[in-house]
């Protein structure tokens, strides 16, 4: 056979070596141990003291701690009033561009991840500049009050402008990298065809197809607001990040709890949600 094809069959011996499974597990291990070693050593800081041994106390003391319900709450809300408005506002222009406009994504590309070189120092002073000039200026007009509820300490809404605005870069990334993965123009093409209204080709033929982009930027913006500290701070607000700082100051071992909790929330929140693409794509 091998005379018939002038192929001659590849020994043993002159196979290219298959490089060895080891290396993967050292790296994992390595990986493993960056990643666990900080989390394993918070968490026995804060169940172990040398006078009262192993305990468990700093957990129980958060469902007691003062503010501890109020600036969760509070960052919650943030976070899902960021996530609606900053996919309102991204989905339909892109979606807008790449039907209408192609010739402007490099533009867009650029508008969007320009926050990523703005130091965040820099963009919270330029916001309270502009929140202190605003009120002298606006004060005779009858747009000073919507200035004043904007910063209502219950919920501040120029927080959720802000984080809007810092969280762009990463939510454009994932949309564009859903939106690479599927033909546009041909679905909503053939929907309108159909005689489908522009809401009903957004919300029942793009939005299911981008079900995974979708969740990845809402979890990262969730992630981004839980965790945010120099805006909010600067601006004289205490959401759950501030909250922690300003606890650690008199109760260490609490504030690494409370972060060591809102650390595993994330994660388990991520797994909850890769666990339930996984099965929909094996589908």
Request: charged share 10%; hydrophobic share 55%; glycine share 6%.
């Amino acid at each position: 056979m091998a005379a018939l094809t002038g192929l001659e069959p590849v020994s043993a011996a002159t196979r290219p070596p298959t490089r060895p499974r080891v290396w993967r597990g050292a790296v994992f291990l390595l990986a493993a141990a960056y990643f666990l070693v900080p989390l394993c050593a918070s968490l026995w800081y804060t169940v172990y003291t040398p006078t009262a041994g192993v305990s468990l106390a700093a957990y129980g003391e958060l469902i007691t701690a003062d503010g501890f319900a109020r600036s969760l709450s509070l960052s919650l809300g943030l976070a899902l009033a960021t996530i609606v408005l900053v996919l309102l506002l991204a989905l339909p222009a892109m979606l807008a561009v790449r039907l209408f406009a192609p010739r402007l994504r490099p533009l867009m590309e650029v508008l969007c991840t320009l926050p990523l070189v703005v130091p965040p120092i820099t963009f919270v002073a330029g916001i309270g500049t502009a929140l202190r000039d605003g009120a002298d200026v606006l004060a005779p007009t009858p747009f000073w009050a919507t200035l004043i509820a904007v910063q209502d300490r219950a919920f501040p809404v120029v927080l959720v402008l802000a984080y809007v605005v810092l969280v762009l870069p990463f939510v454009y990334r994932s949309l564009d990298a859903g939106l690479r993965t599927m033909d546009v123009r041909t679905l909503v093409e053939a929907a309108r065809n159909l005689g489908a209204s522009w809401p009903y080709v957004l919300f029942r033929v793009i939005v299911p197809n981008l079900r995974s982009a979708l969740a990845s930027a809402s979890f990262l913006t969730l992630a981004l607001v839980l965790g945010e500290y120099t805006v909010a701070s600067l601006l004289g607000y205490e959401p759950f990040a501030v909250w922690i700082v300003t606890v650690s100051g008199s109760r260490g071992q609490l504030s690494v709890a409370v972060s060591i909790l809102s650390l595993l929330l994330i994660w388990l929140l991520l797994l909850a949600v890769s666990t339930v693409f996984g099965r929909e794509r094996r589908k």
